[in-house]
């Protein structure tokens, strides 16, 4: 086939720790992260010319090489020549509905979907394994997006751990239009005011790691304890957005105040979201919140928790 549409599902962290820094410079995370039915919709499709094109409805979304989707062509045109020799550079347009620059992972998402997607249209045969080592080289969500469900992320948050799926999740965001927080930002201020927290040596990395693998949220997700799952809902990154930003203080504490498993800001924010047990609770908790805030810049969403990533779109 010489095009391909897939769905690229958005992420939330449900729990985002922060272990110390890397020789690389980049922190040491240990994270759960969730990929929900809040997705874009990518369509690629080969162009008689050695050339990647990129399309996107969002104005925030740069259409050329700072665009991580061209970023991701370009890398399998540079590891895969012939291929794009055979079939010709790439079109790539984007239909974004995932916010952007708001913690869910958007950018990584699109990138995830073009190495499938073209992994698929140049019948390249690559393993899920493969694929993930091309998307770590493009960011450190890419990997996580590829399979997506439900995972544990450790390293930069590219060394994946599957959990088992958690179906029957909903969950309610909410993002103040006119508000993003830029992700370096949040990891440095983190560095500046936590960094004599760091945990600096290998061992005590490893240990770190190991505490969290066996820790209670992996054991309330394996053991598909819901309410408890909403309880240990955990982000290092609220200490820094959290006072810089009180809305977003405020918007957690109405969220907290419904009939919630739990509320948490996602990845470096500025998305918060809340979990509910049906769609219904979800309804009734964004009108809720709706009221309560009452603000015309704040938007919602209501998405279920997905048990994969990438797929093609039907
Ligand atoms: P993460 O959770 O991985 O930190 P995010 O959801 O906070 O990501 P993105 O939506 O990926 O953030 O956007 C971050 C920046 O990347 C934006 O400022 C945007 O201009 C740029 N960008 C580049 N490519 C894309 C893309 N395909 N989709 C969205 N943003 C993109």
Redesign the pocket.
Known sequence: MHSYSLIAPA?INLYLEIIGDRPDNYHELAMVLQSISLADKIDIRSIGIESIVVR?N?P???ADE????YRAASLMSKQFPEALVRYGGVEIT?H?H???????????T??AAVLVGLDLMWELGLTHGELEELGAQL?S?VPFCIGGGTALATGRGEVLSPLPNLDHIYVVLAKYKNL??S?PWAYKTYRQEFGDTYVTDTEGQENSRQRVHSGPIVSAIAHHNHAEIGKLLHNDLEKVALPEYPQLLKLREAFASENVLGAMMS??GPTMFALTESQAQAEEVEAAVKAKMADPDLEFWIAQFNSNGISIAH
């Open positions: 992420k996107c969002h925030l979304v740069p700072a665009n991580i989707a984007i974004k995932i916010p952007v620059a708001a913690g869910l992972a958007g950018g990584s699109n990138a960011g969500d993003s927080i992700t990845g470096s």
